[in-house]
């Protein structure tokens, strides 16, 4: 079993920054892709970014490609989620995860609990 603990969330002004950690513990693989995802009231769950392992690409999301930046520490099993020149539309429900996909929520098999950004204009 693998356990994700998240932090970072918060409310910011628009054209602000915040980043998100997500720490992993338990039964860890290496080759896990490290994935973050947000969910808004009403809406599905819609990826944002993720480091595919072995060759840890980056890939995100065209909103908020330019913007935001994954990354990953694993000597501490904790990846990060960098959130610059954020956007009233980027509200949400920030959820990091651990599994064998990358776009798609349903290939994570670890999810953290998520923590709320909110964005003021």
């Known amino acids: 079993q693998v356990q994700l603990v998240e932090s970072g969330g918060g409310l910011v002004q628009a054209g602000g920054s915040l980043t998100l950690s997500c720490a992993a513990s338990?039964?860890?693989?290496?080759?896990?892709?490290l994935g973050w995802f947000r969910q808004a009231p009403g809406k599905e769950r819609e990826f944002v970014a993720a480091?595919?392992?072995?060759?840890?690409?980056?890939e995100y999301s065209d909103s908020v490609k330019g913007r935001f930046t994954v990354s990953a520490d694993n000597a501490k099993n904790t990846h990060y989620l960098q959130m610059n020149s954020l956007k009233p539309e980027d509200t949400a429900v920030y959820l990091c995860?651990?599994?064998?996909?990358?776009?798609?929520?349903?290939?994570?098999?670890?999810w953290g609990q998520g923590t709320q950004v909110t964005v003021s204009s």
């Open positions: 995860a651990r599994g064998v996909g990358v776009q798609i929520p349903q290939a994570y098999e670890y």
């Open positions: 338990g039964r860890i693989s290496s080759t896990d892709t």
């Open positions: 480091i595919r392992w072995p060759d840890g690409r980056p």
